[in-house]
């Protein structure tokens, strides 16, 4: 017991805070209880899709689906550069079994699920960005957009390994 002349430390009073409410050691469990999650997404968790309690942002190479149509159910197991923020994943380019690569700019990719992505690595996305560096009054034709070559691409759970 402190001396009439001592202050009562901030500690001492979360302590006796605690013990004196009824529901105390339920909210100090929750606390810890977040602290912990935050902890663990943040810092500690896996970085592969779909993981329970994966972490919120990274970057990993995991292997992709790469289809030539999006009908097609012939397909291409490759590794990808992927990365893991707030938005969900994005395809930066996927290596192919050749030695070669393919890049992509800003494509969003899901588990499950295919989506399109555009090729800027291509001859014909080098021509039109030459173009438009070089006349800035041009702007692609949406036919020209159009014949851009894209892939479809899914995420799958499945780890580079190194």
Request: one cysteine or more; aromatic letters at 14%.
């Amino acid at each position: 017991m402190p001396h009439s002349d001592e202050k009562i430390s901030y500690f001492d009073r979360a302590v006796k805070a605690v013990k004196d409410n009824p529901f105390g050691y339920g909210v100090l469990g929750l606390i810890i209880l977040y602290a912990a999650y935050w902890a663990f997404t943040t810092y500690l968790g896996p970085m592969k899709p779909g993981a329970f309690l994966q972490r919120t942002s990274y970057d990993n190479s995991i292997y992709v689906l790469v289809y030539p149509n999006k009908n097609s159910v012939k397909n291409y197991y490759v590794p990808g550069e992927i990365t893991r923020s707030e938005n969900g994943y994005t395809i930066a380019s996927v290596t192919w079994p050749n030695g070669g690569y393919s890049t992509f700019d800003d494509c969003q990719i899901y588990l499950e699920k295919r989506t399109s992505c555009t090729i800027s690595n291509s001859k014909e996305s080098e021509a039109i960005v030459n173009r438009m560096v070089n006349d800035k009054n041009y702007l692609p034709s949406v036919q020209e957009l159009l014949n851009e070559p894209a892939y479809y691409i899914q995420l799958t759970n499945n780890l580079v390994s190194k």
